[in-house]
Protein backbone atom coordinates (compact mmCIF):
# COMPACT_ATOMS: atom_id res chain seq x y z
CA UNK A 1 0.00 0.00 0.00
CA UNK A 2 1.45 3.41 -0.69
CA UNK A 3 1.06 5.60 2.39
CA UNK A 4 1.68 9.20 0.02
CA UNK A 5 -1.25 10.71 -1.24
CA UNK A 6 -0.08 11.75 -4.76
CA UNK A 7 -1.21 15.16 -5.23
CA UNK A 8 -3.94 16.17 -7.82
CA UNK A 9 -2.27 18.46 -10.21
CA UNK A 10 -3.85 20.13 -13.73
CA UNK A 11 -2.03 21.27 -16.29
CA UNK A 12 -2.60 24.67 -18.33
CA UNK A 13 -1.63 25.53 -21.58
CA UNK A 14 -1.17 22.29 -24.10
CA UNK A 15 1.48 23.40 -26.74
CA UNK A 16 4.81 21.59 -27.78
CA UNK A 17 6.09 20.92 -24.13
CA UNK A 18 3.25 19.49 -22.61
CA UNK A 19 3.44 16.38 -24.20
CA UNK A 20 6.85 15.47 -22.07
CA UNK A 21 5.50 16.69 -18.86
CA UNK A 22 2.64 14.43 -19.26
CA UNK A 23 4.39 11.52 -20.43
CA UNK A 24 6.61 12.11 -17.14
CA UNK A 25 3.75 13.24 -14.91
CA UNK A 26 1.41 10.35 -15.58
CA UNK A 27 3.70 7.41 -16.34
CA UNK A 28 6.69 7.81 -14.00
CA UNK A 29 6.33 10.48 -11.10
CA UNK A 30 4.11 8.39 -8.50
CA UNK A 31 3.81 11.34 -6.28
CA UNK A 32 1.43 12.71 -8.90
CA UNK A 33 -1.83 12.42 -10.05
CA UNK A 34 -2.94 14.56 -13.29
CA UNK A 35 -6.45 15.02 -13.46
CA UNK A 36 -6.75 17.24 -16.52
CA UNK A 37 -5.29 20.09 -18.96
CA UNK A 38 -6.31 22.91 -20.43
CA UNK A 39 -5.60 25.14 -23.05
CA UNK A 40 -6.81 28.19 -24.73
CA UNK A 41 -7.21 26.40 -27.79
CA UNK A 42 -9.88 23.59 -26.77
CA UNK A 43 -8.75 21.37 -29.50
CA UNK A 44 -4.94 21.22 -27.95
CA UNK A 45 -6.59 19.99 -24.74
CA UNK A 46 -8.98 17.82 -26.17
CA UNK A 47 -5.58 16.03 -28.37
CA UNK A 48 -3.99 15.70 -24.95
CA UNK A 49 -6.87 14.56 -22.75
CA UNK A 50 -7.49 11.89 -25.20
CA UNK A 51 -4.05 10.74 -25.24
CA UNK A 52 -3.18 10.55 -21.69
CA UNK A 53 -6.80 9.52 -20.34
CA UNK A 54 -6.67 12.73 -18.49
CA UNK A 55 -9.88 15.32 -18.35
CA UNK A 56 -10.26 18.15 -20.94
CA UNK A 57 -10.43 21.07 -18.43
CA UNK A 58 -11.16 24.85 -19.27
CA UNK A 59 -8.74 26.79 -16.94
CA UNK A 60 -11.72 28.09 -15.00
CA UNK A 61 -12.68 24.56 -14.25
CA UNK A 62 -8.99 23.74 -12.76
CA UNK A 63 -9.54 26.74 -10.58
CA UNK A 64 -12.80 25.39 -9.02
CA UNK A 65 -12.25 21.95 -8.55
CA UNK A 66 -11.58 21.89 -4.69
CA UNK A 67 -8.99 19.16 -5.09
CA UNK A 68 -6.67 19.86 -7.71
CA UNK A 69 -3.53 21.05 -5.36
CA UNK A 70 -1.00 21.89 -8.13
CA UNK A 71 -1.68 23.43 -11.44
CA UNK A 72 0.99 23.23 -13.66
CA UNK A 73 1.66 26.57 -16.08
CA UNK A 74 3.22 25.43 -19.42
CA UNK A 75 1.23 28.92 -21.44
CA UNK A 76 3.39 31.18 -22.99
CA UNK A 77 5.75 33.29 -21.18
CA UNK A 78 3.79 35.93 -21.98
CA UNK A 79 0.63 34.39 -20.14
CA UNK A 80 2.78 33.35 -17.45
CA UNK A 81 1.62 35.73 -15.15
CA UNK A 82 -1.86 35.78 -15.56
CA UNK A 83 -2.45 32.09 -15.03
CA UNK A 84 0.15 31.83 -12.42
CA UNK A 85 -1.99 34.60 -10.50
CA UNK A 86 -5.20 33.11 -10.83
CA UNK A 87 -4.14 29.95 -10.39
CA UNK A 88 -2.83 30.82 -6.94
CA UNK A 89 -5.68 33.26 -5.96
CA UNK A 90 -7.79 30.15 -6.31
CA UNK A 91 -5.43 28.59 -3.87
CA UNK A 92 -3.28 26.63 -5.92
CA UNK A 93 0.32 25.44 -5.77
CA UNK A 94 2.03 26.71 -9.35
CA UNK A 95 5.10 25.11 -10.97
CA UNK A 96 5.08 27.42 -13.88
CA UNK A 97 7.64 26.79 -16.98
CA UNK A 98 10.50 29.80 -17.21
CA UNK A 99 10.18 32.82 -17.24
CA UNK A 100 7.67 33.78 -14.63
CA UNK A 101 6.28 36.40 -16.22
CA UNK A 102 7.48 39.01 -18.65
CA UNK A 103 8.25 42.08 -16.47
CA UNK A 104 10.19 42.18 -12.99
CA UNK A 105 7.36 43.93 -11.19
CA UNK A 106 5.17 40.65 -12.41
CA UNK A 107 7.86 38.33 -11.01
CA UNK A 108 7.89 40.32 -7.41
CA UNK A 109 4.11 39.94 -7.52
CA UNK A 110 4.10 36.44 -7.78
CA UNK A 111 5.97 35.68 -5.02
CA UNK A 112 4.15 38.29 -2.60
CA UNK A 113 0.91 36.55 -4.26
CA UNK A 114 2.36 32.92 -3.24
CA UNK A 115 2.92 34.51 0.34
CA UNK A 116 -0.53 36.20 0.82
CA UNK A 117 -2.61 32.87 -0.34
CA UNK A 118 -0.45 30.76 1.86
CA UNK A 119 0.58 28.61 -1.69
CA UNK A 120 3.89 27.90 -3.13
CA UNK A 121 5.27 29.40 -6.28
CA UNK A 122 7.46 26.99 -8.08
CA UNK A 123 9.74 27.75 -11.40
CA UNK A 124 11.15 26.16 -13.87
CA UNK A 125 13.92 25.00 -15.21
CA UNK A 126 14.60 22.61 -13.13
CA UNK A 127 17.36 20.46 -15.39
CA UNK A 128 19.77 21.29 -12.31
CA UNK A 129 17.80 18.49 -10.85
CA UNK A 130 18.79 16.24 -13.14
CA UNK A 131 21.92 13.89 -12.98
CA UNK A 132 24.55 15.96 -14.59
CA UNK A 133 23.90 18.86 -12.61
CA UNK A 134 23.38 17.24 -9.28
CA UNK A 135 27.06 15.02 -10.18
CA UNK A 136 28.77 18.64 -10.88
CA UNK A 137 27.54 20.41 -7.54
CA UNK A 138 28.58 16.67 -5.80
CA UNK A 139 31.85 17.49 -7.18
CA UNK A 140 32.00 21.04 -6.22
CA UNK A 141 30.80 20.59 -2.63
CA UNK A 142 33.27 17.81 -2.16
CA UNK A 143 36.14 20.74 -2.89
CA UNK A 144 37.99 18.69 -5.88
CA UNK A 145 37.68 21.48 -7.95
CA UNK A 146 39.00 24.12 -4.82
CA UNK A 147 37.67 27.45 -4.65
CA UNK A 148 35.10 28.44 -7.26
CA UNK A 149 36.83 31.67 -8.67
CA UNK A 150 35.22 32.40 -12.58
CA UNK A 151 32.57 30.98 -14.88
CA UNK A 152 31.60 31.13 -18.58
CA UNK A 153 28.99 30.92 -20.15
CA UNK A 154 28.32 31.00 -24.03
CA UNK A 155 25.06 30.82 -25.25
CA UNK A 156 24.63 30.57 -29.13
CA UNK A 157 21.87 29.66 -31.03
CA UNK A 158 19.97 30.42 -33.86
CA UNK A 159 16.05 30.25 -33.38
CA UNK A 160 16.24 29.52 -37.38
CA UNK A 161 13.17 26.80 -37.00
CA UNK A 162 11.04 29.29 -35.47
CA UNK A 163 10.00 30.66 -37.80
CA UNK A 164 8.30 27.52 -39.13
CA UNK A 165 6.18 28.04 -36.59
CA UNK A 166 2.23 28.17 -37.01
CA UNK A 167 1.40 29.93 -33.98
CA UNK A 168 1.96 33.44 -34.23
CA UNK A 169 1.20 34.18 -30.87
CA UNK A 170 4.49 31.86 -30.20
CA UNK A 171 7.18 34.80 -29.92
CA UNK A 172 9.20 33.83 -27.20
CA UNK A 173 12.57 34.29 -28.83
CA UNK A 174 12.05 37.60 -30.01
CA UNK A 175 9.60 39.32 -27.66
CA UNK A 176 9.88 41.55 -24.61
CA UNK A 177 10.38 38.68 -20.86
CA UNK A 178 11.77 36.51 -24.17
CA UNK A 179 14.90 36.20 -26.12
CA UNK A 180 17.98 33.85 -25.67
CA UNK A 181 18.73 35.44 -21.94
CA UNK A 182 15.53 35.14 -20.46
CA UNK A 183 14.27 32.08 -22.85
CA UNK A 184 17.87 29.76 -22.53
CA UNK A 185 20.16 31.52 -20.39
CA UNK A 186 17.92 30.75 -17.18
CA UNK A 187 18.90 26.92 -17.61
CA UNK A 188 22.60 28.44 -16.54
CA UNK A 189 21.96 30.97 -14.40
CA UNK A 190 19.74 28.11 -12.20
CA UNK A 191 22.44 26.27 -12.65
CA UNK A 192 25.03 28.41 -11.37
CA UNK A 193 22.65 29.29 -8.24
CA UNK A 194 22.28 26.28 -7.50
CA UNK A 195 26.52 25.13 -7.33
CA UNK A 196 27.23 29.05 -6.33
CA UNK A 197 24.67 30.71 -4.44
CA UNK A 198 22.90 34.27 -5.20
CA UNK A 199 24.85 36.43 -7.33
CA UNK A 200 25.53 40.05 -6.17
CA UNK A 201 26.04 43.05 -9.24
CA UNK A 202 25.44 42.46 -12.58
CA UNK A 203 26.07 44.40 -15.69
CA UNK A 204 25.94 44.07 -19.47
CA UNK A 205 25.87 44.97 -23.31
CA UNK A 206 23.56 44.37 -26.10
CA UNK A 207 21.68 44.74 -29.19
CA UNK A 208 18.88 44.09 -31.41
CA UNK A 209 20.91 42.91 -34.58
CA UNK A 210 18.73 43.45 -37.99
CA UNK A 211 15.55 43.20 -36.39
CA UNK A 212 13.46 43.17 -39.72
CA UNK A 213 15.76 40.54 -41.13
CA UNK A 214 13.51 37.03 -40.33
CA UNK A 215 9.66 36.15 -41.63
CA UNK A 216 7.54 33.96 -40.96
CA UNK A 217 7.77 30.68 -43.62
CA UNK A 218 5.06 27.99 -42.91
CA UNK A 219 2.28 29.30 -44.66
CA UNK A 220 -0.45 27.90 -42.12
CA UNK A 221 0.50 30.74 -39.85
CA UNK A 222 -1.79 33.51 -40.60
CA UNK A 223 1.20 36.13 -40.53
CA UNK A 224 2.91 33.81 -43.62
CA UNK A 225 5.44 35.85 -45.37
CA UNK A 226 5.42 39.15 -43.20
CA UNK A 227 8.32 40.16 -41.56
CA UNK A 228 8.72 38.47 -37.66
CA UNK A 229 10.21 41.18 -35.79
CA UNK A 230 12.69 40.84 -33.43
CA UNK A 231 11.91 43.18 -30.47
CA UNK A 232 14.33 42.42 -27.75
CA UNK A 233 17.95 41.73 -27.46
CA UNK A 234 19.57 39.12 -29.65
CA UNK A 235 23.75 39.30 -28.74
CA UNK A 236 24.51 40.37 -25.40
CA UNK A 237 27.82 39.96 -23.06
CA UNK A 238 26.93 40.65 -19.76
CA UNK A 239 28.88 39.96 -16.67
CA UNK A 240 27.85 38.58 -12.86
CA UNK A 241 29.45 39.01 -9.59
CA UNK A 242 28.18 36.74 -7.65
CA UNK A 243 28.34 36.98 -3.81
CA UNK A 244 30.85 34.15 -2.78
CA UNK A 245 33.31 36.15 -5.02
CA UNK A 246 33.23 34.40 -8.14
CA UNK A 247 33.20 36.55 -11.42
CA UNK A 248 30.97 35.49 -14.52
CA UNK A 249 30.84 36.28 -18.08
CA UNK A 250 27.92 35.41 -20.32
CA UNK A 251 27.00 35.61 -23.87
CA UNK A 252 24.08 35.03 -25.23
CA UNK A 253 23.32 35.51 -29.23
CA UNK A 254 20.94 33.96 -30.97
CA UNK A 255 22.27 35.39 -34.41
CA UNK A 256 24.85 32.54 -35.40
CA UNK A 257 24.93 28.84 -35.25
CA UNK A 258 24.33 26.89 -32.28
CA UNK A 259 27.56 26.82 -29.53
CA UNK A 260 27.50 26.34 -25.85
CA UNK A 261 30.08 26.23 -23.54
CA UNK A 262 29.28 26.20 -19.53
CA UNK A 263 32.58 25.90 -17.58
CA UNK A 264 33.15 26.40 -13.57
CA UNK A 265 37.06 27.53 -12.75
CA UNK A 266 38.50 26.67 -9.29
CA UNK A 267 42.00 27.39 -7.50
CA UNK A 268 42.34 23.68 -8.08
CA UNK A 269 40.57 22.30 -11.11
CA UNK A 270 38.31 22.78 -13.55
CA UNK A 271 34.67 21.83 -14.96
CA UNK A 272 32.80 21.73 -18.46
CA UNK A 273 29.40 21.14 -17.74
CA UNK A 274 27.74 20.63 -20.85
CA UNK A 275 24.61 21.34 -21.38
CA UNK A 276 22.54 22.72 -19.17
CA UNK A 277 19.19 22.29 -20.82
CA UNK A 278 19.42 18.30 -20.64
CA UNK A 279 19.23 16.58 -17.38
CA UNK A 280 22.35 14.16 -17.97
CA UNK A 281 25.40 15.95 -19.28
CA UNK A 282 28.64 14.53 -18.11
CA UNK A 283 30.92 16.61 -16.31
CA UNK A 284 34.09 17.27 -17.44
CA UNK A 285 36.86 17.66 -14.72
CA UNK A 286 40.72 18.78 -15.24
CA UNK A 287 42.63 19.19 -12.12
CA UNK A 288 46.44 19.87 -11.79
CA UNK A 289 47.09 16.44 -11.90
CA UNK A 290 45.23 15.27 -15.07
CA UNK A 291 42.98 16.79 -17.77
CA UNK A 292 39.69 15.96 -19.33
CA UNK A 293 38.14 13.54 -16.77
CA UNK A 294 34.75 12.41 -17.91
CA UNK A 295 33.16 11.89 -14.50
CA UNK A 296 30.94 9.18 -13.67
CA UNK A 297 27.11 10.42 -12.93
CA UNK A 298 26.31 9.85 -9.09
CA UNK A 299 22.57 10.95 -9.16
CA UNK A 300 19.37 9.63 -11.27
CA UNK A 301 17.25 11.18 -13.76
CA UNK A 302 19.80 11.09 -16.52
CA UNK A 303 17.39 11.67 -19.02
CA UNK A 304 14.59 14.00 -20.25
CA UNK A 305 12.92 14.40 -17.10
CA UNK A 306 10.84 17.56 -17.16
CA UNK A 307 8.51 17.05 -14.53
CA UNK A 308 11.18 16.75 -12.09
CA UNK A 309 10.79 20.21 -10.42
CA UNK A 310 6.73 19.35 -9.72
CA UNK A 311 7.63 16.09 -8.54
CA UNK A 312 9.51 17.44 -5.69
CA UNK A 313 6.56 20.13 -5.04
CA UNK A 314 4.48 17.17 -4.60
CA UNK A 315 6.81 15.50 -1.83
CA UNK A 316 7.41 19.10 -0.36
CA UNK A 317 3.80 19.43 0.19
CA UNK A 318 3.48 15.93 1.72
CA UNK A 319 6.15 16.71 4.09
CA UNK A 320 5.92 19.98 5.05
CA UNK A 321 9.21 21.18 3.72
CA UNK A 322 10.43 23.63 0.73
CA UNK A 323 10.63 23.16 -2.81
CA UNK A 324 13.77 23.50 -4.23
CA UNK A 325 12.79 25.38 -7.75
CA UNK A 326 11.18 28.01 -4.72
CA UNK A 327 10.03 30.84 -6.41
CA UNK A 328 12.87 32.57 -4.36
CA UNK A 329 14.94 31.28 -6.49
CA UNK A 330 13.01 31.67 -9.81
CA UNK A 331 12.71 35.00 -8.88
CA UNK A 332 16.41 36.28 -7.82
CA UNK A 333 17.46 34.08 -11.40
CA UNK A 334 14.68 36.10 -13.31
CA UNK A 335 16.19 39.29 -11.20
CA UNK A 336 19.79 38.56 -12.95
CA UNK A 337 18.16 38.43 -16.36
CA UNK A 338 16.36 41.34 -16.13
CA UNK A 339 19.04 43.24 -14.25
CA UNK A 340 21.61 42.40 -17.19
CA UNK A 341 18.94 44.02 -19.44
CA UNK A 342 18.85 47.36 -17.17
CA UNK A 343 22.58 48.21 -16.99
CA UNK A 344 22.42 47.16 -21.12
CA UNK A 345 20.19 50.11 -20.83
CA UNK A 346 21.45 52.13 -18.61
CA UNK A 347 25.06 51.85 -18.83
CA UNK A 348 25.34 51.24 -15.21
CA UNK A 349 25.89 48.56 -13.03
CA UNK A 350 22.98 46.93 -11.34
CA UNK A 351 22.76 45.88 -7.89
CA UNK A 352 20.74 42.91 -7.23
CA UNK A 353 17.92 43.26 -4.58
CA UNK A 354 16.92 40.04 -4.02
CA UNK A 355 18.84 37.08 -3.05
CA UNK A 356 18.50 33.09 -2.38
CA UNK A 357 20.17 30.13 -0.41
CA UNK A 358 21.49 26.75 -2.73
CA UNK A 359 18.88 24.20 -2.79
CA UNK A 360 18.77 21.14 -1.16
CA UNK A 361 20.57 18.47 -3.49
CA UNK A 362 19.24 15.49 -3.96
CA UNK A 363 20.54 12.39 -2.54
CA UNK A 364 23.59 10.66 -4.74
CA UNK A 365 22.44 7.08 -6.30
CA UNK A 366 18.67 5.97 -5.68
CA UNK A 367 18.60 5.01 -9.33
CA UNK A 368 16.34 2.20 -9.05
CA UNK A 369 13.88 3.85 -6.61
CA UNK A 370 14.58 7.36 -8.20
CA UNK A 371 12.19 9.12 -5.93
CA UNK A 372 13.94 8.56 -2.74
CA UNK A 373 16.85 11.30 -3.91
CA UNK A 374 14.09 13.68 -2.75
CA UNK A 375 13.40 12.90 0.72
CA UNK A 376 10.58 10.19 1.26
N1 LIG B 1 9.24 23.95 -26.41
C1 LIG B 1 10.29 23.66 -25.65
O1 LIG B 1 11.23 22.96 -26.10
C2 LIG B 1 10.34 24.14 -24.23
C3 LIG B 1 11.30 23.56 -23.42
C4 LIG B 1 11.34 23.93 -22.09
C5 LIG B 1 10.48 24.89 -21.63
N2 LIG B 1 9.57 25.48 -22.45
C6 LIG B 1 8.69 26.51 -21.87
O2 LIG B 1 7.38 25.94 -21.73
C7 LIG B 1 6.38 26.94 -21.96
C8 LIG B 1 5.50 26.48 -23.11
O3 LIG B 1 6.32 26.25 -24.23
P1 LIG B 1 5.76 25.50 -25.51
O4 LIG B 1 6.93 25.32 -26.40
O5 LIG B 1 4.94 24.32 -25.12
O6 LIG B 1 4.83 26.65 -26.10
P2 LIG B 1 3.61 26.49 -27.10
O7 LIG B 1 3.46 27.78 -27.76
O8 LIG B 1 3.81 25.28 -27.97
O9 LIG B 1 2.37 26.17 -26.13
C9 LIG B 1 1.83 27.09 -25.22
C10 LIG B 1 0.36 26.78 -25.10
O10 LIG B 1 -0.22 27.62 -24.10
C11 LIG B 1 -1.52 27.95 -24.52
N3 LIG B 1 -1.94 29.15 -23.79
C12 LIG B 1 -1.43 30.40 -23.88
N4 LIG B 1 -2.06 31.24 -23.03
C13 LIG B 1 -2.98 30.49 -22.36
C14 LIG B 1 -3.93 30.76 -21.33
N5 LIG B 1 -4.07 32.00 -20.83
N6 LIG B 1 -4.70 29.75 -20.87
C15 LIG B 1 -4.58 28.50 -21.38
N7 LIG B 1 -3.70 28.18 -22.36
C16 LIG B 1 -2.91 29.15 -22.84
C17 LIG B 1 -1.39 28.16 -26.01
O11 LIG B 1 -2.63 28.09 -26.68
C18 LIG B 1 -0.42 27.03 -26.38
O12 LIG B 1 -1.13 25.86 -26.76
C19 LIG B 1 7.15 28.24 -22.27
O13 LIG B 1 7.28 28.96 -21.08
C20 LIG B 1 8.53 27.74 -22.72
O14 LIG B 1 9.53 28.69 -22.41
C21 LIG B 1 9.47 25.08 -23.74
Redesign the pocket.
Known sequence: MNPFKPVKTAV???????DIYLTNMTGRYNALEVVGC????PE?SAAKAEKYGIRQMT?EEIWNDPEIEIVVN???????Y??SKKSMLAGKNVY????MAVELWEGEDLIKTAKDMGVYYCG??DTYLGAGLQTARQIYDSGMLGTAVAANIALVRGYHHERY?T?P??R?AFCPGGGIIF?MGCYYLMGLISLLGPAKRVCGFSQIREPDSRRYMHPANPEYGKVMPIETTNNLAGTIEFANGTLCNILTSSESIGFNSYMLFGTEGQMDMGDP?NYGDIPVVSTKASRGIQMPLTHAYTDNS?GLGVCDLAYALRNGREPRCSGERAYHMFEIAHGIMQSCETNEIYQMKSTCTRPEPFKPGCTEYPEMAMDI
Do not use: A, Q
Open positions: IGCGMISSDIKRNLTYHTSHEVSEKMGPRDERFDNR
